[in-house]
């Protein structure tokens, strides 16, 4: 044994040993320390990851919410829409109803005022011949003192019998 102290390689491999050991202690602290603060920024990457996930997730609920009511604003919107178009339909329609109906009305009363108008026609050539007849008449056969008599009876015969 005496041999194996004696070798300088023992020494060698003992000095290395020990380099080793020391080194490894303090490069020891150093890995543990490198890995602890590695695992703790990998901690705080997770942390966050899951923050930023939480809020995207927040964000997604808030755009689908956002989504709903835009779909039910919309659909709002088209229902007012189509109850405006069904009003002013209706309105178009007794609109043209009422212009229709004037229209009738107005020809209804033109063509009385034209009926109107040939009745009164009607009379004054109806009184014309009369007038001429009764004339013809009363130059033919009368004393011109009866036919005087006779046409002032007919001119106020005549006021009456028009109306």
Known sequence: MDHF???P?????AAFIIFVALVAKLAWGKIVAGLDQKSAVIKSEIDEARKLR???QALLATYQRKQREAL???EGIIAQARDQAA???AEAEKALSEALQRRSDLAVEKIARAEAQAVQEVRELAVDVAVAA????ISQGLDPARARGLVDQAIGDLGRKLH
């Open 5 to 7: 102290f004696a070798s």
């Open 9 to 13: 390689e023992t020494w060698v491999a």
């Open 54 to 56: 939480d809020d995207a």
């Open 72 to 74: 039910q604003e919309a």
């Open 87 to 89: 009003s002013m339909r």
């Open 134 to 137: 009764a004339e013809k008449l």
